[in-house]
């Protein structure tokens, strides 16, 4: 069965400074893989998606992420943390296009001025 | 071009009584997904619907029912509340056959549930 580990429930950084939020995911095909961000009491927002095109994959807000699949691994980074990047982050996986995602317990990010 | 809508926002309920809650997709879509978002947990896939019909389902038991309509929309009913049901509903639509082909998800801003 396939899942998503989120390692850290709260992430806090000064602004400015780089943003590492990790995900691995267990699946036993390549999977589809995906981060979204959710602001309070608002839906989620799509930050990025893998989908074996490349490896390295630019997201909206100047988040990033690489699949790494010798590490079962799909971290987001940004170089330069803002103060309106403080939100929930959801890592989700899916084996197939349009079927159900599979999300983590998600990242709180602060941001501290 | 509007985005996933949903209604109502906000609802209360107690113990035992039904609950329907309503969904119309992001234009162009033809595929609505539901999911449960317990407070400081993920979402979780309840079930998706296209053709109206029922296409996938989570792990949820037979309180949780839904339906699509010809025009796309849907409705997610729970029957039977208890608490454990308090939670942020999400809908989420697609274009399974012509769209995106990694089925990427629009996410509505929810529907916030407490049953007392």
């Known amino acids: 069965a396939q899942s998503v580990t989120q390692l850290g429930s709260h992430v806090s950084v000064s602004e400015g400074a780089l943003v590492l939020l990790r995900c691995n995911y267990s699946?036993?095909?390549?999977?589809?893989l995906f981060w979204y961000v959710q602001y309070p009491n608002q839906g989620l927002q799509l930050l990025l998606k893998y989908t074996s095109a490349a490896t390295l994959v630019k997201g909206i807000n100047g988040f990033e992420a690489e699949f790494k699949k010798s590490e079962t691994s799909f971290h987001l980074t940004k170089p330069s943390a803002h103060m309106s990047d403080a939100a929930e982050y959801f890592c989700?996986?899916?084996?197939?296009?349009?079927?159900?995602?599979?999300f983590g317990k998600g990242t709180t990010l602060s941001v501290s001025s | 071009d509007a985005g996933v809508t949903q209604s109502p926002t906000h609802l209360i309920k107690t113990r035992g009584q039904q609950v329907t809650l309503r969904c119309s997709p992001k234009?162009?879509?033809?595929?609505v997904s539901w999911y449960q978002q317990a407070l400081g947990q993920g979402p979780q896939f309840i079930f998706q619907?296209?053709?109206?019909?029922?296409?996938q389902r989570g792990n949820f038991p037979d309180r949780f029912s839904g339906h699509q309509f010809p025009n796309y929309s849907s409705e997610l009913n729970v029957n039977a509340l208890w608490l454990g049901d308090s939670a942020l509903y999400l809908c989420?639509?697609?274009?399974?056959?012509?769209?995106?082909?990694?089925?990427?998800?629009?996410f509505g801003e929810g529907s916030r549930l407490t049953v007392l």
């Open positions: 619907y296209y053709e109206e019909e029922e296409r």
């Open positions: 989700a996986v899916s084996l197939q296009a349009g079927t159900a995602l599979i």
């Open positions: 234009s162009g879509h033809d595929t």
């Open positions: 989420a639509s697609s274009n399974l056959i012509t769209g995106d082909p990694t089925g990427e998800l629009f």
């Open positions: 699946s036993s095909v390549p999977p589809y």
